[in-house]
Structures are given as C-alpha cells and as structure tokens.
C-alpha cells in the first residue's frame, strides 16, 4: 500500500493543530465567561432589575395598628398574680436578700436604672453600650417550661455586635429591691451570620439567664457584656420589663398564627384574602410583626385589630437609618420576631 503524499499528511497535521487551538480558545473564551459573567451581572442592577427599596425606612410616627409594648404597668398584673397565688406581692427583704446572695457578683455601686437613663432606639429597642460594642434588647420572657430548664429562666431576646464566645451577663431585679442578681448568661446564637452595619456584625442571640428559684417572679433585667460582670460608673442602661403569661391546662386559643418580619407593599385585597384564608383554617389569632409595612395597609390592618383577630408588633430594625439595603435589616430580625411571637404565647395558643 502507497504512503500518501508528504503535502497531504501536512495538511491534516495543521487541520488538527488548528482545531486543537481553536477548542483550547473556546473552553478559554468560555471559563472566562462563567467567571465575568456573574461579576458582571452582581454589578450595581439596573432600574428595572433592581429591588424596589434598597434605601433605609423612611421614619414615621408609630401606626395606630402597633399592638402596645409592655411598660411597668404589666408589672401590676404580675404582682396581682403573685399576691393571688402566694399572699404577698412583694416579699420582704429578709425573704429575697439571700437569694440576691447567691448571685454571681453584688456589683457594688449597680442600681436599677431611672427612666432617664434608659437608652431607646426607635421606640422598641433597649441600648447597651459596653465600649465599642452594642447590645440592643428587644424582648425578655419568663420561662417556667418544665422541659426548658430544671428551674425557670429569663429568656432575652437581642440584637449584638459581641462575638458568639463573648462573655454575658444578667442583671435580674425584683420589685422592691434596689440591687439585682447577676448571673452569667448562656448566649444562644438563634440563626445565620448576621449582617454587617458600620464594620460592626450584628446577630440575632436569646441569651438565656438562669434564676435560683421560681418564686418570686422578678420584674425586670437589664444585659451587660464583656470580661467585666458590673457596668461600672456608667451603670446600665436598659430596664426591661420581663413578660409572664401564667402556664395552664386549657390554654384559651386553639390555633395561633406567627409570621416573621414583614415590610414592603401590598395589595389590600391580597392581605384580606390571605387573612381570610387563614381565619377560614381555624386561625383565631394572627401575629404580623412589622419591619416597615406600606402605609396603604392601615385601614385593614385597622379593620382586623378592631375584630380582635391580627397583632401588628412594632419591630423596626435599631440601624433603619443606616444606609445599608433594607432587606438584609429584615432578614436581620427574622428569627427574632418568631422567638418573641412563640415566648408571648407559649400558654395562650394550643
């Protein structure tokens, strides 16, 4: 058999050559698309690709539609709760005084903060300073769950730029008491990684502060962090109230409905169908918790209050006026809002 030319053998060593370099340009030209293209793509979007709000909440004036936050006038109804079960709204200093002993450090100097000295931050929110760090408090619960803890609890739902390891501590008063019981804090990071508001990263934690003993309830607790126990001078403050719904056998509603941190607009007619939807699945009560809602849902928001049916809790994010976008303020306060929603109604909803 004849060999084939040398022109003919040449020819196809280059058609290889050039197909081989033309599929190394490809599989190039592609690598490098599937790296710039999502660059490209996670630029700054377009008007019509990007978010409808990506600036800060714009301030208001509280909505008629908040359901009311907690102040020391629902210390009278635990007290009223108290002296029914136990004869005595207020024990008497030699009965509370050795249990104070059993704290942790007397703080000597500490004192419960006036209200003057309470810092708030957008009408909900309790701020501690502790340095450079911030521990901005929420909500705190009365927690008598036999399966929670051998004894009850006080459970501290927070926004803080401490780390996860970070030392924390709990400030506990009694009604009647100048001096609190201190107790560590066992810090409970609830979910994610937080976001990030002026170089400080700031996370969802329950911080949960153990008692030596289920009577009497006490009244308030501040939060302090940090290696030291005792704020020092500057003392603390935040003073909030600790909420307590009475446990029992027959709880009153049957089914409760929690939703997470809301905002945005909506459709009236879409948020009437959703609640009548609910209401038609058994729902007796239903808990929105409003980030920033639209002002056109007011009316309906204020029909369904009004029917005792729909809770709107006030939650606006501590940094609203931070420039940073909007939606990662509400992903920052999800968790938050289902804790404070399950903790008010543990004994309420069945």
């Avoid at 459970?155 to 996860?164: D, E, G, I, Y």
């Avoid at 403050?237 to 607009?265: H, K, M, N, W």
């Avoid at 909007?326 to 404070?340: H, P, S, T």
Wanted: aromatic share 12%.
């Amino acid at each position: 058999m004849l060999a084939p030319p040398r022109h003919v053998t040449s020819q196809r060593v280059m058609g290889m050559r050039t197909m081989v370099t033309a599929i190394g340009i490809s599989a190039v030209i592609l690598s490098i698309s599937n790296v710039l293209l999502p660059l490209l793509r996670a630029k700054a979007p377009t008007l019509r690709d990007a978010p409808k709000t990506t600036q800060p909440a714009p301030s208001r004036s509280p909505p008629s539609y908040w359901h009311p936050r907690p102040t020391k006038s629902a210390e009278h109804v635990g007290a009223i709760w108290r002296w029914i079960r136990y004869g005595s709204a207020k024990p008497p200093d030699e009965e509370i005084l050795p249990i104070l002993d059993r704290g942790l450090s007397h703080c000597p100097g500490s004192r419960r903060p006036s209200d003057d000295e309470v810092v708030w931050v957008e009408s909900v929110w309790q701020l501690q300073y502790v340095g450079k760090e911030r521990i901005y408090v929420y909500s705190a619960y009365y927690d008598d769950r036999p399966g929670a803890c051998a004894l009850p609890s006080i459970r501290v739902l927070a926004l803080s730029t401490f780390r996860r390891n970070i030392s924390i501590t709990c400030a506990i008063w009694y009604a009647g008491v100048g001096r609190p019981y201190v107790v560590p804090a066992t810090v409970n990071d609830v979910a994610g990684s937080g976001y990030v508001f002026d170089r400080q990263n700031h996370r969802e934690y329950a911080y949960i502060c153990p008692l030596p003993t289920s009577w009497p309830v006490p009244a308030d607790v501040s939060v302090f962090g940090g290696t030291d126990a005792c704020p020092g001078v500057d003392g603390y403050s935040t003073l909030v109230p600790i909420q307590r719904t009475p446990a029992t056998e027959d709880p009153p509603v049957e089914f409760g409905v929690c939703v997470t941190a809301g905002y945005g607009y909506l459709e009236p007619e879409v948020l009437v169908e959703w609640m009548e939807l609910n209401r038609m699945y058994g729902a007796a009560e239903i808990n929105l918790y409003d980030t920033w809602y639209s002002q056109n849902m007011s009316k309906v928001f204020d029909y369904y209050r009004q029917l005792g049916v729909l809770m709107v809790h006030a939650l606006p994010h501590p940094r609203a006026s931070h420039s940073s976008w909007f939606f990662n303020k509400v992903r920052n306060l999800r968790i938050i809002a289902l804790n404070d929603c399950q903790l008010k109604y543990m004994y309420r909803y069945r």
